[in-house]
């Protein structure tokens, strides 16, 4: 099979398109012929080295893919070959095929395309557990999404606007304005050329209840200094490369909460839940309530293009890789 490899350590242009003998799938295991693979921010860290995890070279990046189940090992049950599935994994993405541990394979709707499927698992999945289970958000409060037109961003405006929250999207240009406003978003600040405390503040009558906060750097603390009493900011990612130092009194003067949230290892612990979650974020798709934006698609060969677009901050809602062009 053709698959995209990280030979050496380095940026998108280190990646390397190449043929490779096709993965065995073994007892538990699901191979998957993938039909799109979803790109994530975390595979630009770890092509460069700079993940949570370290696969050992060469290995193919890419944690999510939608395909169609070509083999099946030993003790699988819930799968038959010619399934449409989902599947994820933490590389291995990148490739015709990919094998999934069973656990981590999922129906995929009908109703619901390849492209959709395979780049909305770790977005969607991570924001509904971020905004449901960790933010606790209610019908009626305010959400202040950062970074609202990337891939955690344009899910954290369709499912706050989904559970009746008025959505605040702040992003770092005008041509992004214009995305969110499609998504739902009710405001939309561009933190480039406004002030994003004050704007915030403003648009929200005095404070906002929930950030989504997958940016960090800067934005953080002036986000924070935008909160209402008794509000959740959500830490999600730092894609601006800067891990904020936060003065804690500012949580003692609103008497809110920095909270934590770490999809991945969630879904690690809790497998049913994950998983339950992410059938629900099939379904709402399926049934149109949630229509999840790919703006792009590039074939496989390409998937460097792709990664450059995210590192540059092009990138808008996901970017998915067609390994049949
Ligand atoms: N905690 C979890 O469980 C979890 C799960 C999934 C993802 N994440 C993390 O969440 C973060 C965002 O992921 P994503 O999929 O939303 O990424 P993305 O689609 O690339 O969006 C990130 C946004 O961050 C902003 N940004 C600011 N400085 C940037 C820079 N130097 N490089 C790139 N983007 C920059 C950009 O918006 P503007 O141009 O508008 O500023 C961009 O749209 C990543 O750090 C990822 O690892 C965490």
Known sequence: MKALLVKELGGPNTLV????????????QVLVDVRAAGVNFPDLLII???YQFQPPLPFSPGGEVAGVVAAIGDGVERFAVGDRVV????????????????????????EVSFEVGGSTITTYGTMLY???????????????????????????IELAKAMGAKVIAAVGSDDKVEVCRRLGADEVINYAREDLKQ???????????????????????????????????????????????IPLNLTLLKSCAIVGVFWGA???????????????IGQRIAAGELTPLVSRTYPLAEGARALEDVAARRATGKIVLLPRG
């Open 130 to 156: 971020a905004l449901r289970d960790r933010g606790q958000l209610k019908a009626g409060e305010t959400v202040l999404v950062l970074g609202a037109a990337g891939g955690v961003g344009t899910a954290s």
């Open 48 to 50: 460069e080295g700079k």
């Open 199 to 245: 704007r915030a503040k403003a648009l929200s009558g005095g404070g906002v209840d929930v950030v989504v906060d997958p940016v960090g750097g800067a934005h953080s603390e002036a986000a924070l200094r935008a909160m209402a009493w008794g509000g959740r900011f959500l830490v999600i990612g730092f894609a601006a490369g800067e891990i904020p130092r």
């Open 17 to 28: 398109y190449e043929d490779v003998p096709d993965p065995e799938v073994g007892p538990g």
């Open 266 to 280: 969630w879904l690690a612990r809790d497998p049913a839940a994950g998983a339950a979650q992410l059938v629900e």
């Open 87 to 110: 599947a994820m994994g933490i590389w291995g993405g990148y490739a015709e095929k990919m094998l999934a541990a069973q656990e981590r394979v999922l129906p995929l709707p009908d």
